[in-house]
């Protein structure tokens, strides 16, 4: 790679361009006192000349010293050097540094003074002490050549020396104009030598990385965003969202807009969305962006101006509202022939294990059944048909229709909900079945049925809103689990829509002095679902209010833990927005105000990877504190909440819990088995899945009961053997404990969820992507789970089901431009991080080639095995739109 021909230079020696590192500025003593003997006789040629061209420099005569200064120029320019020496015109010139910078500082000026400095400023690259920057004083006196022409290491080192000398001067208040134009030279240096992600950190040292846009061109963009992107994770706020705002800028400037609608998401900045379906005018790409915003789970009117024509525009908003979710997740189903519905028994595989629990003295029964209840409902998910509920009951047994009256009585509820699981999705089946539990004058089946009917719609936006029309008449009615199940039923169904009409008929409840505790719990939770991440004042001061209004026994009660909960989630994700709401929580009585701080401050953090907030919850669980106290809980879910977003981070929380478990209080180590369980939620890591085990047979039954809840978390819809083996031992084990064998139950059900086909992950899109409302569904879960004896053990057991909020299929289901489903072979592998590397490395590594629609597990990639297709999204996965490639040529 030859560099540049420079204006300044006079003879035309041979020229190569050098990279060197850079080395100690003290060569080891005994170099030095080598005999010239040891030099080689081109090497002595070198040195004398070198000596003699600064004994001329100093030479009165101009043109001499001019002469002298070219040829040395010319020696270090064509010296080239292995990566760990020095190249020798620098190695001979080292003795005469000192005397090349006193006849420098006596100089004239004029242009050989300035050349002079150039060569003082490359000599300075191995010479000059730590923190002097001389080089880049020398560069700025000197010529204005080339900067490409000394090499690559010179310009390396210049950059370090800019963001140091940058520092200073901002500190001083001083100009930086001349380090700006430096800066210009330097990043178009690195843009045309692939070093995009330094001419990207040199930026961000200085502060301007409003230059990259005149920089970046069609062959490097796509690298310097990706940099960019992956850097925001460890940059704090605010300059994580400006390094975004670049990258979003720059994939607008070179159309590349499936991208660009990913950071806009990001960002959760509506106007930039809008700005990618405005700036984009092929509707096929539109039908893609719908396809990722719906995956996303928000809610997202399309207007005239993103699509002028009224018929594609009500097609596209249908794919927003996730109406074809379902069928797709049919056809996968189908495709991986899976439809046949499984039974409780299926998944508890009791026939594996010895004789001793199964012929035992069978557990409280009706627990059992409810527990077969949440093991059907959730192994069944979405698939339309199971063997207790959708069985027409006048068959020869005629015991379908009987499943429901197995149940105690809030054990009904959880019984009709179930019909809604396993109708997930398909709104219109599912509305017709729940239907007949409408007729009856048993309330749990009414309450159940009500929440059915927000389960059916989770994440299906429809714009006749049946669930706001079944729902909304039966908020105000006297039996408060039926009221429950409507609300706990409005706030699945409508999460994340920021549905004010729901927000008036809700937010009176809070503050009703007559409406018992449950009622308002449930209420503050759902409206913090509808509007999650919404920082709206409004909902944030009903729930302030209500919180102020309990009464010291009320604040002891289990269930008050949701009204804090319901005020974080709506901050969720918004880091500084909550400072105001959390001045105002310090006010609260201090039974719940700990527990409110944490909450808020893990709620506003949540997917950040923010490490101050992480050493602020590490603190708080490192306390010993008296019995009393309940807010540590909150922090060390927190913890995982914070640190979740990045791999890095989570492997470094997974051991900070490791301590937190070793040295906490006993508080503590209840709520560590949860935390562990959100970080690797659907990902069963298998250092986590020992730790798992090892706690599931804690001595302290709370512990253990996390541990086992956390062991179906971590292996959600994984179908998992290891965790499924475990679970089925301690079903053995404990099978004469009611509550924990509840447990393994629930937890057997989650890794079987929907027969393996979906996940509980609220990360997509290659994991850059959080989703709000599926985040707020776990985190709503695992704070239930703080208290396991009174929520989930007690009568409020269909808290579980709040988990649908997350519930996705983890598959890739290509279509064609009519969006039917298409089958083309594609390869699945582990992902590989290729952000920085040079050329154009392997993003999957041993992968299989299979046809789709595919599964895809925690940490995998695909990427299409034929030429035949474009995909219209460069992330495969959930919907992909695939068009025909024109240029391909059959074989």
Known sequence: ???????????????????????????????????EEDLSEEDLQLKQ?????????????????????????????????????????????????????????????????????????????????????????????????????????????????????????????????????LVQQIVAFHMKHNAETEAVDLLMDVEDLDLLLEHVDRTNFRRTCNYLTSAAKFLPGPDDMLVLDIAYMIYIKFEEYPNALQIALFLDNMQYVKQVFTSCTDLLKKKQFCYMISRHGITFELDPEMVENEVDREMLQDIVNNTKLSEGYLTLARDIEVMEAKTPEDIYKAHLLD????????ADSARQNLAATFVNAFVNAGFGQDKLMTVPSDSTTGS?????????????????????????WDVDAGLTHLDKYFHTNDNPIIAGALLGVGIVNCGIKNDCDPALALLGEYIDKEDSSVRIGAIMGLGIAYAGSQNDQIRSSLSPILNDAKAPLDVIAFAALSLGMIYVGSCNEEVAQSMIFALMDRSEAELGEALTRFLPLGLGLLYLGKQESVEATAEVSKTFNEKI????????????????????????????????????????????????????????????????????????????????????????ISNPKVTVMDTLSRLSHDTDSEVAMSAIISLGLIGAGTNNARIAGMLRNLSSYYYKDASLLFCVRIAQGLVHMGKGLLTLSPFHSERLLLSPTALAGIVTLLHACLDMKSIILGKYHYVLYFLVLAMQPRMMLTVDENLKPISVPVR???????????????????????STPVLLAAGERAELATDKYIPLSPILEGFIILKENPDYREE
């Open 355 to 362: 004789g001793r629990a199964s012929s035992g003295p069978s």
């Open 1 to 35: 790679m030859a560099p540049s021909p420079d204006p300044n230079s006079v003879g035309d020696g041979p020229k190569r361009d050098e990279a060197t590192t850079k080395v100690p500025t003290k060569d080891p003593k005994k170099k030095d006192d080598k005999k």
């Open 49 to 181: 000349n070198l000596e003699l061209y600064v004994e001329r420099v100093q030479d009165p005569n101009p043109e001499l010293q001019k002469a002298a200064l070219e040829s040395m120029r010319q020696e270090i320019r064509a010296s080239t050097s292995s990566m760990t020496s020095v190249p020798k015109p620098l190695k001979f010139l080292r003795p005469h540094y000192g005397t090349l910078k006193e006849f420098h500082k006596n100089m004239v000026e004029s242009d050989l003074k300035k050349l002079l400095a150039d060569i003082l400023s490359v000599l300075a690259l191995t010479m000059s002490a730590e923190g002097e920057r001389e080089s880049l004083g020398y560069r700025l006196t000197g010529s204005e050549g080339d900067i490409g022409s000394w090499g690559h290491e010179y310009v390396r080192n210049l950059a370090g020396e800019i963001a140091e000398e940058y520092t200073v001067r901002q500190g001083e208040e001083a100009s930086i104009e001349d380090l700006m134009d």
């Open 593 to 680: 105000r700990k527990y409110c701080d944490m909450t808020l401050l893990s709620c506003a953090y949540a997917g950040t990877g923010n490490v101050l907030k992480v050493q602020d919850l590490l603190a708080q669980c490192g306390e010993h504190l008296e019995k009393g106290d309940i807010h540590q809980g909150p922090a060390v879910i927190g913890l995982a909440m914070v640190a979740m977003s990045e791999e890095l981070g989570l492997d470094m929380a997974i051991r900070s819990l490791e301590r937190v478990l070793q040295y906490g209080e006993q508080n503590v180590r209840r709520a560590v088995p949860l935390a562990l369980g959100l970080l690797c």
């Open 828 to 850: 699945v592998g582990q992902a590989v991080d290729v952000v920085g590397q040079a050329g154009r490395p392997k993003t999957i590594t041993g992968f299989q080639t299979h």
């Open 400 to 424: 379908a229709g009987n499943w429901l009256f197995k149940n105690k009585e809030h054990g009904k509820t959880s019984a009709a909900a179930s019909l809604g699981m396993i109708l997930l």
